[in-house]
T-cell receptor, first 111, second 114 residues
Framework: GDSVTQMEGPVTLSEEAFLTINCTYT??????LFWYVQYPGEGLQLLLK?????DKGSNKGFEATYRKETTSFHLEKGSVQVSDSAVYFC??????????FGTGTRLLVSP | DVKVTQSSRYLVKRTGEKVFLECVQDMDHENMFWYRQDPGLGLRLIYF???????EKGDIPEGYSVSREKKERFSLILESASTNQTSMYLC?????????????FGPGTRLTVT
């Protein structure tokens, strides 16, 4: 079935470092792809999305490019801030109106 | 802004108790979902509903039931709580018929069963 695989965390970075969180997927066809973020003590919120191959989603300085050749949707940010510390989830649609999520990657950014 | 609220942020219950988790959304969304979130396992879908009085099993429905009597409210019921149901429970909602599958989440209820 459809699935998402994320790199294990935690990812620990210093402020202003470059961030990459890897996400690969297995799915039939070319589904939309999503990154959700969960800040401490909160629910998940949509960070960015891409609806077709080669699309780039972006928001709040984060970017991810939908690459069908490598079935990947890696999340990147050029310069992380302490406030980016959170758990990041990659997700794709499956079935009727449902999403399947990766296991999440915790990012810890120190000053 | 879409708002999804959950009745409690923290809940402590004893083994064997019947537990009700309530979720309310204010954006007239057709679809509502219950997930549990565990370290290393991510989010797993327990149940979802795409209309009033309609429900579908997710990936891990055992030990849970749901109720959706009104469009805005979706309840998760633990008929007889067990310690392995200690977890974070997240409710979400989404508009029906939209292809983008964006879901809006509540803040979660951290349930501890002792």
């Amino acid at each position: 079935g459809d699935s998402v695989t994320q790199m294990e965390g935690p990812v620990t970075l210093s402020e202003e470092a470059f961030l990459t969180i890897n996400c690969t997927y297995t799915a039939t066809g070319y589904p939309s792809l999503f990154w959700y973020v969960q800040y401490p003590g909160e629910g998940l919120q949509l960070l960015l999305k891409a609806t077709k191959a080669d699309d780039k989603g972006s928001n709040k300085g984060f970017e991810a490019t939908y690459r069908k050749e490598t079935t990947s949707f890696h999340l990147e940010k050029g310069s992380v801030q302490v406030s980016d510390s959170a758990v990041y989830f990659c997700a794709l649609p499956t079935g009727f109106q449902k999403l399947v999520f990766g296991t999440g990657t915790r990012l810890l950014v120190s000053p | 802004d879409v708002k999804v609220t959950q009745s409690s942020r923290y809940l402590v219950k004893r083994t064997g108790e019947k537990v009700f988790l309530e979720c309310v959304q204010d954006m007239d969304h057709e679809n509502m979902f219950w997930y549990r979130q565990d370290p290393g396992l991510g989010l797993r879908l327990i149940y979802f509903s795409y209309d009033v009085k309609m429900k579908e099993k997710g990936d891990i429905p055992e030990g849970y039931s749901v109720s959706r009597e009104k469009k805005e409210r979706f309840s998760l019921i633990l008929e007889s709580a067990s310690t392995n149901q200690t977890s974070m429970y997240l409710c979400a909602s989404s508009l029906g018929g939209r292809p983008l599958y964006e879901q809006y989440f509540g803040p979660g209820t951290r349930l501890t069963v002792t």
